[in-house]
C-alpha cells in the first residue's frame, strides 16, 4: 500500500514544482531576473569596452584580405586564399546553424510566448527558407540585371575601339572582346556576392549587438564578448576575401568596411540605449529578434553554401587539383568546428 502513496506523492510534489517554475518563467517574462549575475552598473562598463574591442576585432578582420593583397602567397590567384576563404566560408555556415538559428527556435519557443501558434508551428524555420530563398532571388535578378548593363558597357566600349582601332584585325578584336565579357561576368559574380553577403553579415551584427547591449548579466557578457570578437575576425575575413573579388574601387571598399565594423558597435549601442525599456523576454522582443535571426540564418546558410562554397569548389582550379580539394575540406570543417567550440561557450 505504501507504493502508490509515494508515487502519488511524489507526482504531487512534481506538479507543484512544475506550476511554481512556469509561473516563476511567466513572472520572468516581463520583469528583469533577480539573478546574482545581473548587474546593470558592471554590465554598462564592460558594453562600453566591448564596443570598442569588437570595432577593433572587425576592422582588423575585414581589412586583413584587403591589406595581405601585398604578400606574393596570399594573393587571390594563389592556392592559400582560396583555402582562406573556404576556412572563412566553414565560419559563415557554421554561424547559421550553430548560432543564428538555434538562437531564433529557442526564443520563439520561450515559455513567455503563447502555446498557440508559436510552440505549434516552426516559425524560425519557416523564417530562414524564406529568407534563403528570397536570397536566391536577389542574387539572380541582380546578377541579370549587372550582366545585361554591363553587355551593353561592352559594346559601347567595344564600339569605341572600333573607331579608335580601325586598323587592328578584326578577329583579333573579336577575341579581345570575348576576353573581357567573361572577365566582366565574373567580376559581377563577384560583386553581387559581396553586397548580398555584407547585407546579410550587417542584420545578423545589428541583432548579435542588441542583444548583448540590452542585457545586464555580466555572466553571459564576458563570454558573449569574445566570443563575438572571433567571430567578427574570421566573418570579417570571409567578406574582406569577397570585397577583395570584386575589385570596387577605394570610395566602396571603405564603405563596405566602415558597414561591416560598425554594425555590431552601433547595434550594442542601440541596446545600451534601449535596456530600460527592453526587456529580454517580453513576447515582442522574443518575436521580432527570433524572426529576424531566422531570417538572418537562412540568408546566411545559402551565401556560405552555394555563393563562396560551391562556387570555389566548382572552380576550375580547385576542380584540377585533388590536394588543393582536401585542404579546402579540411578548412570547412575547421570553420564549421570553430564555430560549433564557440556555441558552446555563447
Known amino acids: 500500500m505504501a507504493k502508490p502513496v509515494t508515487i502519488h506523492r511524489l507526482t504531487s510534489i512534481l506538479f507543484i514544482l512544475i506550476i511554481l517554475f512556469t509561473s516563476h518563467a511567466q513572472a520572468d ?7 546574482s549575475c545581473n548587474n546593470k552598473q558592471k554590465a554598462q562598463t564592460i558594453k562600453i569596452i566591448a564596443i570598442f574591442v569588437i570595432l577593433v576585432a572587425s576592422m582588423i578582420g575585414v581589412c586583413l584580405p584587403l591589406v595581405t593583397r601585398s604578400v606574393p602567397s596570399l594573393s587571390p590567384d594563389g592556392n592559400l586564399f582560396l583555402i582562406v576563404k573556404c576556412f572563412a566560408g566553414g565560419i559563415i555556415l557554421g554561424t547559421g546553424f550553430m548560432h543564428v538559428l538555434p538562437d531564433s527556435f529557442a526564443m520563439l519557443r520561450s515559455d513567455c510566448l503563447a502555446e498557440k501558434p508559436w510552440h505549434k508551428f516552426p516559425f524560425s524555420g519557416l523564417a530562414a527558407v524564406f529568407s534563403a530563398v528570397i536570397t536566391m532571388m536577389v542574387d539572380t535578378v541582380a546578377t541579370s540585371y549587372y550582366s545585361q548593363k554591363g553587355k551593353k558597357d561592352a559594346t559601347v566600349s567595344a564600339e569605341d575601339l572600333d573607331h579608335e582601332m580601325a586598323d587592328v584585325h578584326a578577329g583579333h578584336h573579336h577575341h579581345f572582346e570575348m576576353k573581357t565579357e567573361g572577365g566582366e561576368t565574373q567580376l559581377l559574380r563577384y560583386r553581387v556576392v559581396a553586397m548580398v553577403l555584407e547585407l546579410g553579415i550587417v542584420v545578423h551584427s545589428v541583432v548579435i549587438g542588441l542583444s548583448l547591449g540590452a542585457s545586464s548579466n555580466t555572466c553571459s557578457i564576458k563570454g558573449l564578448v569574445a566570443a563575438l570578437c572571433a567571430h567578427q575576425l574570421f566573418e570579417g575575413m570571409g567578406l574582406g576575401g569577397s570585397i577583395l573579388q570584386a575589385e570596387y574601387k577605394f570610395l566602396k571598399k571603405a564603405v563596405m568596411v566602415f558597414f561591416f565594423s560598425f554594425t555590431t558597435p552601433f547595434g550594442i549601442a542601440i541596446g545600451i540605449a534601449m535596456s530600460s525599456s ?5 513576447p515582442k522582443a522574443l518575436i521580432t529578434v527570433g524572426l529576424l535571426n531566422g531570417a538572418s540564418a537562412g540568408l546566411l546558410i545559402y551565401m556560405a553554401l552555394v555563393d563562396l562554397l560551391a562556387a570555389d569548389f566548382m572552380s576550375k582550379r580547385m576542380q584540377s587539383s585533388i590536394k588543393l580539394q582536401l585542404k579546402s575540406y579540411m578548412a570547412v ?5 570553430g564555430m560549433s567550440l564557440m556555441a558552446k561557450w555563447a
Open 29 to 35: 517574462c516581463e520583469s528583469e531576473s533577480t539573478n
Open 333 to 337: 570543417f575547421l570553420g564549421v568546428g
Open 278 to 282: 527592453y526587456k529580454e523576454n517580453s
